[in-house]
């Protein structure tokens, strides 16, 4: 009986040490307040920059390299036309997830064929309503 006594007042014990486990980064897209262990599920705003034409103004793009606070993310040729979502990638877009920050500073140098560059600039936020970010350097 003692043991009977003993494992029904064990059980619940047991039962109540268990953390719920998710993403407890409150930078996250899926951040949970009622998360005790972060188990490395944490998804953040993405940022997919792109250009919508090949020529700027009149000159053609060679390419086009973003900057994320002054440091290179990558860089792409040509435009993107038409619908762009978060799964955009390749040759004609770079992208950037806001894991390691809340706002960034982005640059994107535009280089021309003729020799001529530019840079256009703009600070983001991330927007924990917003999964992803589109920016059409060009504008």
Do not use: R
Not at 115 to 122: I, P
């Amino acid at each position: 009986m003692k043991k009977l006594s003993l494992i029904i007042i064990a059980l619940p014990l047991l039962f109540s040490c268990s953390k719920n486990e998710g993403c407890n980064d409150p930078k996250a897209f899926n951040y949970s307040t009622e998360v005790d262990y972060d188990d490395g599920s944490c998804t953040y705003s993405k940022l997919v920059f792109y250009a919508d034409s090949t020529q700027y103004p009149g000159t053609p793009i060679d390419h086009i390299e973003i900057l994320i606070n002054g440091n290179s993310i990558g860089a792409f040729v040509g435009a993107s036309y038409g619908v762009l979502n978060c799964t955009a990638s390749g040759a004609k877009t770079s992208s950037y997830d806001l894991s390691s920050s809340i706002q960034v500073e982005w640059t994107a140098a535009v280089h021309l064929t003729n020799g001529s560059d530019f840079n256009n600039t703009g600070t983001i936020s991330s927007d924990l309503t917003q999964q992803c970010m589109l920016i059409n350097v060009l504008q």
